[in-house]
């Protein structure tokens, strides 16, 4: 009886035993689901600017890791030919990731197409081992299943096994942070299938070694270009040449090597010389300067590129279209005309009509004395000539402040002359320079220049001033061009 009863509580024992560790095992199953979401937490997301997926991808890294570091300042340090007009591909982004400090590993890894799920299981797996160590991954993946789908940078920061979905951060969308996608669905767009006998996936580890971000570059960068470029994509007509020359774009249908010329010899000439006399900032966007070989060329583009013909046979800038449109076969002088406006812009926005008109004609013939730019006489010298000997030249009062309808429409090209022959005077003089920065400075408080005028030319009165211009008439009638 006893032998019977101690087999018994030894069957109820074993029962008890067994239910106790099937207890334990479901307790520890559901610690293991509740737990089996591997998630890299708070990290910033940031959207992309176009093609700079994969920038923005680094920069996200570097944010969570407590670096200010944006997606055009890792474009910059990829160092990529803005001409290329795009962002990073993968071999430019697992060298910017090195050269960072990040250790991104192999990232091209070969599939079999025959053996498609033992290799993709095998990256997954490598891939899900990172993130449970806290490491996120930079992917190359297609952007659907369909043929000639685009290729995206995503950057892996999680996984849930419980839904068996993939956490990542989509840098293309405005809310794309902590996005989820089917690993079925994720797996099946991993692989870049270049050949029928080969396909590659890419990975890109984010595990780190010694990061340096450096510092972030000023004026227009690299990013800067390389986004302009991208912009003006389909909207160059065929034939036309464009070259980088910072801080503006050249674009001109002349042969290539005339067009790279004047970009360098004209444009950047010119910047440098602007720069070293008045204006201590570039132009406040990257503009296009478009150089028509002719008149047809520059009547006809302008209609199609802006939809209005242009009103003057030379050139002009127009701040709206981002762009200084001229007829180059005119002369460079007019390029460098339009150059003045552009930097006026962004140096002095409150500048008058008067002065902008004729600081920007005073270098539409100009030379080089003693390494600076100089204004020269020109071709409105005649004109000026005319009306001074006729009597009817404004007051220098008047002219200054006028209004910007009134000196481009009452007087027409005399007050172009008047102004320009005044910054010409004042050039000859050794004061035009010195002028100008204190006009900047006394704008607020005199908004015509008038007062500083005075000033600069060491003038009490309005009775003086009159006295100023006849000696000044007297000067410019013994002026001679060519």
Not at 136 to 145: E, G, L
Not at 295 to 314: V, W
Not at 366 to 377: D, I, K, Q, S, Y
Request: with cysteine; aromatic share 12%; glycine share 8%.
């Amino acid at each position: 009886m006893r032998e019977v009863e101690l087999r018994r509580w030894g069957s109820w024992a074993a029962v008890f035993l067994v239910a106790a560790i099937c207890g334990l095992c479901f307790s520890q199953a559901r610690a293991a689901s509740a737990q089996d979401v591997v998630l890299i937490e708070d990290v910033p997301h940031v959207l992309q600017k176009p093609d700079f997926c994969g920038e923005a991808c680094i920069a996200m890294a570097l944010q969570k890791l407590g670096y200010d570091v944006t997606q055009d300042h890792v474009f910059n340090l990829a160092g990529v030919d803005p001409m290329l007009a795009r962002g990073c591909v993968t071999r430019e982004m697992a060298a910017v990731l090195t050269k960072i400090g990040f250790r991104p590993g192999t990232v091209w890894y070969k599939i079999d197409p025959r053996q498609a799920d033992v290799g993709l299981a095998s990256q997954w797996r490598a891939l899900e081992a990172d993130l449970r160590h806290g490491i996120p991954a930079i992917i190359c993946m297609r952007t659907s299943d369909e043929r000639g789908a685009g290729e995206h940078f995503r950057l892996i920061l999680g996984y849930d096994a419980g839904s068996d979905e993939v956490i990542y951060h989509e840098p293309a969308r405005e809310n794309g942070a902590y996005q989820r996608m089917e690993r079925g669905t994720f797996l099946k767009l991993w692989p870049l299938k270049y050949k029928p006998t080969e396909w590659l996936v890419i990975r890109m580890r984010l595990e780190t070694g010694r990061l340096s971000v450096g510092r972030p570059g000023t004026g227009f960068t690299r990013a800067d270009f390389a986004q302009h470029m991208m912009g003006l994509k389909g909207r160059v007509p065929r034939g036309f040449i464009v070259v980088i020359q910072p801080p503006f774009v050249v674009i001109g249908d002349e042969a290539p090597a005339v067009v790279r010329q004047r970009a360098e010899k004209t444009v950047k000439w010119f910047c440098d010389q602007m720069r070293a006399l008045y204006f201590t900032k570039d132009p406040p966007a990257i503009y296009d300067i478009w150089l028509f070989r002719d008149k047809e060329s520059y009547e006809t583009n302008a209609e199609k590129l802006f939809g209005a013909g242009p009103r003057t046979p030379f050139g002009y800038f127009s701040q709206a279209h981002g762009a200084l449109v001229m007829n180059i076969a005119t002369g460079g002088g007019t390029l460098c005309h339009e150059i003045v406006h552009a930097f006026v812009a962004s140096n002095f926005p409150e500048c008058p009509t008067w002065f902008n008109e004729g600081l920007a004609s005073l270098y539409e013939q100009c030379g080089e004395r003693n390494g600076r730019a100089v204004g020269l006489t020109n071709w409105r010298l005649a004109g000026l000539k005319k009306v001074i000997r006729a009597g009817t030249l404004p007051l220098f009062k008047d002219l200054l402040t006028t209004t910007t309808y009134d000196f481009y429409n009452v007087g027409g090209g005399n007050n172009y002359a008047q102004a320009r022959y005044l910054c010409y005077y004042l050039q000859q003089r050794g004061r035009l320079v010195k002028y100008y920065h204190a006009f900047v400075e006394n704008a607020e408080a005199d908004p015509s220049g008038y007062e500083t005028l005075k000033q600069i030319l060491s003038i009490a009165d309005d009775d003086g001033m009159e006295a100023f211009q006849r000696r000044w008439e007297e000067w410019v009638l013994k002026l001679r061009f060519p």
